[in-house]
């Protein structure tokens, strides 16, 4: 089977439980790894944003197709300047500079309380899920995680610039890139990643959802599944 790489968010409460759904859809046709990064999950704390990259590094075997989420994406796109991605898709991804955008120093500044976590939900869906019960478990999967803004002390931007890539070291990438988007995206607003992305990526195309926030793995599940699947299993794509 096609060894398939699916690489987390940054967001409190994130783990690669996140993917289950894509899990699901790539049945089995495809051999999934889907790990907590460092800090997250069963992951203990280990190296920071700084190391993330050499730690997903040791992940890879040989190259394979990598599925990133926003830092996860910017993590697939190094795997892939290192020639270590056949293919790639990259979910409203960090990766290409940028200033610190308001909305994702609002995400790694939140704490384990009640109001936070139905901020959190209001930060990244466009149409936050109702009801308690989804604030709730936003809430049990950020308390999980006590460390969590040990992770992204101040400034910030620090982070951003960790989890980005030269201009140079993205027109290096040969590897087909699939960018997936939300248009309302206030985490990584578009104009400052899939679009300067689209013109820097020698083989990249994209897929934007309206009114669709920084969650469209979750916001278009559906949709989204398909899309990857049908990338992964494009010969040419």
């Known amino acids: 089977?096609?060894?398939?790489l699916l690489l987390h968010g940054s967001g409190p409460g994130t783990t690669a439980a996140a993917w289950n759904p894509l899990v699901e859809a790539?049945?089995?046709?495809?051999?999934?790894?889907?790990?907590?990064?460092?800090?997250?999950?069963?992951?203990?704390?280990?190296?920071?944003?700084?190391?993330?990259?050499?730690?997903?590094e040791g992940l890879v075997d040989e190259p394979c197709a990598v599925v990133g989420n926003s830092a996860g994406g910017a993590l697939a796109l190094m795997l892939a300047a290192r020639g270590l991605a056949t293919k790639v898709v990259a979910v409203g991804s960090m990766g290409y500079p940028m200033p610190l955008p308001a909305g994702l120093d609002a995400l790694w500044a939140t704490g384990p309380t009640e109001a936070e976590a139905r901020a959190l939900l209001d930060l990244l869906f466009y149409d936050p899920p109702p009801g308690?019960?989804?604030?709730?478990?936003?809430?049990?999967?950020?308390?999980?995680?006590?460390?969590?803004r040990e992770l992204f002390p101040e400034p910030r931007q620090r982070w951003v610039?960790?989890?980005s890539l030269s201009e140079a070291a993205l027109a290096s990438?040969?590897?087909?890139?699939?960018?997936?988007?939300?248009?309302?995206?206030p985490?990584?607003?578009?104009?400052?990643?899939?679009i300067p992305?689209?013109?820097?990526?020698?083989?990249?195309r994209a897929h934007l959802f309206g009114r669709c926030g920084h969650a469209s793995p979750l916001e278009y599940t559906t949709e989204f599944n398909r899309l990857v699947l049908n990338f992964l299993e494009t010969p040419d794509a």
């Open 173 to 185: 990438i040969t590897a087909p890139v699939l960018l997936i988007h939300g248009i309302n995206d």
């Open 1 to 4: 089977m096609v060894p398939v």
């Open 132 to 148: 308690d019960e989804a604030v709730a478990a936003r809430l049990e999967a950020m308390r999980a995680q006590p460390r969590y």
């Open 26 to 56: 790539l049945g089995e046709r495809f051999e999934v790894i889907a790990p907590d990064l460092p800090g997250f999950g069963a992951e203990p704390q280990g190296p920071g944003p700084l190391g993330w990259s050499s730690w997903v």
């Open 187 to 194: 985490i990584v607003p578009p104009e400052h990643s899939v």
């Open 197 to 204: 992305l689209l013109h820097t990526l020698p083989n990249g």
């Open 161 to 163: 610039d960790a989890l």
